[in-house]
C-alpha cells in the first residue's frame, strides 16, 4: 500500500529521534488547547483509503458510513483526500490545508520534525482513557513525553501461505528468506522501503553478532547486511505486492504461495473458501504497524479535529472502521461493538493480545540519531530508499 520516501531535514529528525530515546520527565508542553469549543462547521482531512466512509465528503461505499453521525452530532462536514503513500501525505500536511492526517509510522517523526502537527492535548480527548496501554506513549508518535496524536487501530505483518503447498506449516521467515527456499519465484514481499526492516527483524535473530536491537536502527554494516539477504530474497519473488488486492489476487490465482500480509488478506482469501491459506507470527517477529490521527498545525478547524479524534477512537466507530478495514480496535469496548459486527473479529486480530503485539515492531522512520540510542551513526530514511531501488531495480 505504501512506498515511502524521507521528506524532513536529517539534521531535524536526528533530534526528534534524540527527543524520543530520552524517555519521559519532560515539562508539560505548552500552548495546549484548554478546551474544545463548538465545531467549525468543516473538517479536512487526509487519510488512508478505508478510514474516512461516508458523510458528505468521505469515501462513499455501499453499505457503509460512519462518518454521517459524526457530522450530525457535531456540525464538522467532513471532506477527504485519500493519500497515495506516506510521503504523499507527508508533502500534502506541508500545504496547511488539511486539519489532521492518519499517518503511519513511517510518516509521524518526519511530520513532527516538519513541525506540520501539534501535540494533543489527551485530556480533551475522553474516550482516549479506554485505550489500551500498548497503544499510548509510543515512540513513533510520542516526543518528549509529549503526544502528538491518537491511535486509530493496529496489526501484525504476518507470514501467510498456501496450506496445499507450503508444508509444513511454517514457524519462520525463512521460506522467504533462505536462497534454498523451495517456493523460489512463488514468494512475496511487500512493495516499499521500510520492508528492509522486516529484513533486520530476521536478522535479529539469525546473525546476532550483527548486534540489531532495533529493526528501524541500522548503521550502515547492519544495513549493508539486510540489503545482502533482501538481494538474495529477490531471487525467489515473483512479484512484490504494493496494495493489499494484489497480494490477494496473486495467492487467488497460483502465483504466490508464500509472503508477508496484512491478517486483512488472510480473512478475504479464507472467507472467499477457494484458496487454502493460513498465516503465522513467526518465532523471529514480525514488523507490524499502528496508525495515528494527527492534528496539523496550521488546522482551520481544530474543535472539528479534536471532535474527531474522539470521535474516530470511541466504541461504535472505532468498530465500524476497524473491522471494515481490517485490523484491531483500540480498547476494550470498541472490541465489544466490533463483535456485534464480526464475531471472532477481536481474537483474529489479537486486539488486547499483549504477549502478541511484544513480539511486533510497529513502524517507525529510520534516522541517523539511532533509536536505539547509539548516537547519530545510524542510516535514515532517505538511505533506506535509495537502498530499496537499487534492491527491486525500481
Known amino acids: 500500500m505504501y512506498a515511502r520516501r524521507i521528506a524532513a531535514a536529517a539534521a531535524t529528525l536526528a533530534l526528534v529521534a534524540s527527543a524520543c530515546s530520552s524517555g519521559g520527565g519532560a515539562s508539560p508542553t505548552p500552548n495546549l488547547p484548554a478546551s474544545v469549543g463548538d465545531g467549525e462547521g468543516a473538517l479536512n482531512l487526509i487519510a488512508w483509503a478505508g478510514y474516512v466512509v461516508g458523510g458528505t465528503g468521505g469515501e462513499q461505499v455501499e453499505g457503509y458510513d460512519w462518518v454521517t453521525p459524526f457530522e450530525e452530532a457535531t456540525g464538522c462536514k467532513v471532506t477527504v483526500k485519500v493519500g497515495l503513500d506516506s510521503a504523499n501525505m507527508v508533502q500534502l500536511m506541508k500545504t496547511g490545508e488539511y486539519d489532521g492526517v492518519s499517518a503511519s509510522g513511517d510518516a509521524t517523526l518526519r511530520l513532527i520534525a516538519g513541525g506540520d502537527v501539534a501535540p494533543v492535548n489527551l485530556d480533551l480527548v475522553p474516550n482516549y482513557k479506554d485505550v489500551y496501554a500498548g497503544l499510548k506513549n509510543q515512540p513513533y508518535n510520542t516526543v518528549n513525553g509529549a503526544s502528538y496524536g491518537v491511535p486509530h487501530g493496529r496489526g501484525a505483518n504476518v507470514l501467510m501461505y498456501n496450506k496445499d503447498i507450503v508444508t509444513p506449516a511454517p514457524d519462520s521467515w525463512s521460506i522467504v528468506f533462505d536462497a534454498n527456499s523451495p517456493y523460489k519465484g512463488k514468494a512475496t514481499a511487500y512493495n516499499s522501503a521500510i520492508y528492509i526492516a522486516d529484513a533486520a527483524v530476521y536478522l535479529m535473530a539469525t546473525r546476532p553478532e ?6 528501524y536502527a541500522l548503521d550502515d554494516t547492519q544495513l549493508a547486511a539486510a540489503v545482502e539477504l533482501l538481494k538474495t530474497q529477490k531471487d525467489l519473488i515473483g512479484k512484490y505486492w504494493g496494495a493489499a488486492q494484489e497480494e490477494i489476487d496473486g495467492f487467488a490465482n497460483g502465483d504466490m504461495v508464500a509472503g508477508t500480509a496484512w491478517q486483512y488478506q488472510v480473512n ?9 491459506v493460513d498465516a503465522v507470527l513467526p518465532k523471529e ?6 496508525d495515528t490521527w494527527m492534528i496539523s498545525s496550521k488546522a482551520k478547524h481544530p474543535n472539528c479535529m479534536y471532535k474527531w479524534m474522539d470521535y474516530i477512537i470511541s466504541p461504535k466507530a472505532n468498530a465500524d472502521v476497524t473491522v471494515y478495514f481490517g485490523e484491531a480496535p483500540v480498547s476494550d469496548p470498541a472490541c465489544a461493538e466490533a463483535e456485534k459486527l464480526s464475531p471472532g473479529h477481536c481474537a483474529a486480530f489479537h486486539a ?4 502478541y503485539f511484544k513480539k511486533v515492531w510497529y513502524w517507525n522512520t529510520p534516522t541517523k540519531e539511532c533509536l536505539d540510542g547509539r548516537g547519530p551513526i545510524c542510516t535514515d530514511f532517505d538511505q533506506w530508499t ?3 531501488t537499487d534492491i527491486t531495480g525500481s
Open 268 to 276: 478475504t482469501l479464507q472467507a472467499d473458501g477457494k484458496t487454502p
Open 386 to 388: 535509495k537502498a530499496w
Open 210 to 215: 550483527l548486534g540489531i536491537k532495533n529493526p
Open 352 to 355: 488486547n493480545d499483549e504477549e
Open 285 to 290: 517477529g514480525a514488523t507490524g504497524w499502528s
